[in-house]
């Protein structure tokens, strides 16, 4: 990995669903930080791209989407 690529950072969040009312503020919140950052310059001058999914507030979801980041 060249150290001007991007750092992908997951971010798993539900838009849907019934927890959806307060984790749509902590994906803004994430967003938000992540966009701090670049405007800041980055990690060491390089971008830091969200990678996010939508759990639709569902648990297998979740473990699956997670798996998915990992991977």
């Known amino acids: 990995m060249a150290l001007t ?3 992908k950072v997951g ?3 539900s838009e ?4 959806s009312a307060i984790e749509t503020s902590q994906l803004y919140g994430t ?3 992540i966009e701090e950052v670049n405007r800041a310059g980055g990690i060491d001058g ?3 791209i969200p990678v996010h999914y939508d759990p639709q507030s ?3 979801t979740y473990r699956v989407l997670a798996e998915r980041l990992i991977t």
């Open 5 to 7: 690529e991007p750092i």
């Open 58 to 60: 569902d648990p297998r």
């Open 11 to 13: 971010v798993l969040y």
């Open 16 to 19: 849907t669903g019934v927890t």
């Open 31 to 33: 967003l938000f930080a």
């Open 46 to 48: 390089r971008e830091v």
